[in-house]
């Protein structure tokens, strides 16, 4: 298995890194903003992505989106072919990703979105706090970004303050921003905000 930053090579792959997306956000029926073909070869040209290949078969994705003049980046799009699920390589691409994060921003926050209380752990792991919409990127891009996805009603009538997705950050300049240990308590914590958020949302 290869992890590798993305280039105009990968071009070939843009096709069915879509379709996984896609097909994820059916199977999980959780909110995945879907991405075309024609997106994905931008990522994929900048060498802002982390592609993941068996020989020359399709395994994994992540991707990075820079917002606010450089002030923020966000880790975008992770994904993982079905054939490749429960080894432990979303993982791997999340780590990579995120040191290519710091080495083409150093200064920049990096931020992220999401359902998955998997990604969560992962983003805690690396030193990412959970933190209000309101200390993410205010680009309006970025949120516009979110109009595929089956939450936004949810986005759009909060005003951009929460939804079912968590925001969680990782500041540079934050000291006690290390590599952190999963505390058991606050990752609990987490998960419970996701399912009354999930619960409100039933009863609606």
Request: aromatic share 10%; net charge positive.
């Amino acid at each position: 298995m290869k992890i590798v930053i993305a280039n105009e090579s990968h071009f070939k792959y843009a096709q069915i890194i879509s379709d996984t997306i896609s097909e994820s956000a059916k199977v999980r029926g959780t909110g995945i903003a879907q991405r075309s073909p024609e997106y994905i070869l931008q990522r994929l040209n900048n060498g802002n992505a982390i592609i993941a290949l068996d020989g020359e078969n399709f395994a994994g994705f992540c991707y990075i989106e820079v917002w606010g003049n450089k002030n923020f980046v966000a880790n975008s799009g992770l994904i993982v072919h079905p054939d490749y699920r429960n080894q432990g390589l979303a993982k791997k691409i999340k780590k990579a990703v995120f040191e290519l994060s710091k080495k083409k921003f150093p200064n920049a926050k990096i931020f992220g979105i999401t359902t998955g209380l998997a990604v969560m752990k992962m983003n805690y792991e690396l030193g990412y706090k959970p933190v209000t919409f309101s200390e993410l990127t205010d680009d309006p891009d970025f949120w516009k970004g979110c109009q595929t996805c089956k939450n936004f009603d949810i986005l759009t009538r909060t005003e951009r303050k929460m939804c079912l997705c968590t925001g969680m950050l990782h500041d540079p300049n934050d000291k006690t921003n290390a590599t952190q240990k999963v505390n058991g308590k606050a990752f609990q914590r987490l998960k419970n905000i996701k399912q009354n958020l999930f619960l409100k949302k039933k009863i609606k």
